[in-house]
């Protein structure tokens, strides 16, 4: 599915907002397309819909994975005596009723954006386009903060202890006047279920970026980039758990930008 990025406004949340509508927009339009070609599908070539293949990747994954799937949650509503049944008649039959649907139901269908990583690609995004271009990309391969140490998943895994399992990998890396920057990036606009986690990963995340300040004085910066309403209004609670606020920041994406142009 398209992702879309719309940078226009210094806002990170925004920014945010407007992307994840654009693409849920984009995706719907993709979602047509897809249950157009699923009714044009010829059954004899794939007389097993598992084993169906296409040039359109989204049609695919309609076919063998998504529509089934939906089907099998409710396969006793759809008539049918177990998932085993499912078939290209349900299959097509589904496409058929997406299609007919209107609009405002239609695009409840297709992929969502809040699992295509739009938030943290508007963040870097900005970054880039204030900071320099591909100055910062996605932190690859996996990394994190932990124990005064930058570990690789390996090596962090092969740490022992409950605590290890609630931290989270480093979302962008950058590197802007020879200092390296490791990003943890959110966005969270109101509270509850997950944000909760949210904030527990934000401040493990800070406690650990400050254990690593004080053990070692070189170039690497740490900076917890968050955006929304909710997690903005947990900023004075988070500044307390940072010690060393001149390698460890947070801030929203205009603070992190300033900070770092300072550096």
Known sequence: MSVVLLTNNK????????SRQATNKSNLEEGIICWQEILTIDEEKFPNYRN?????????????????????????HYGLDSPNDISWVHIKEMAKKY?????????????????????????RRMLNEYLGENTFTKCKPSMFVYNGKLLN??????????????????????NYKNNK????????????GH?????????????DADVYANKN???NFFIAQLDGNFIESLFPKFKKETINTNRVFVGNTEEVIDWIRKI
Do not use: M
């Open 11 to 18: 806002n990170g949340a925004k920014n945010i907002d407007a």
């Open 52 to 76: 169906y293949k296409s040039s359109n990747k989204n049609t695919q994954q309609q076919v063998s994975v998504t529509i089934p799937n939906r089907l099998t949650k409710n396969f006793i």
């Open 99 to 123: 299609l007919e649907s209107d609009d405002w139901l239609q695009i409840n269908f297709c992929k969502d954006s809040t699992r295509q990583s739009v938030d943290e690609q508007v963040q």
């Open 153 to 174: 998943k390996k090596d962090y895994k092969a740490h022992e202890g409950s605590q290890v399992k609630t931290r989270k990998d480093i979302d962008t890396f950058g």
């Open 181 to 192: 920057f490791w990003i943890f990036q959110k966005y969270a606009k109101v509270s509850g």
């Open 195 to 207: 944000q909760d986690n949210v904030s527990i990963e934000t401040t493990h995340f800070l406690n």
């Open 217 to 219: 004085k070189n170039n």
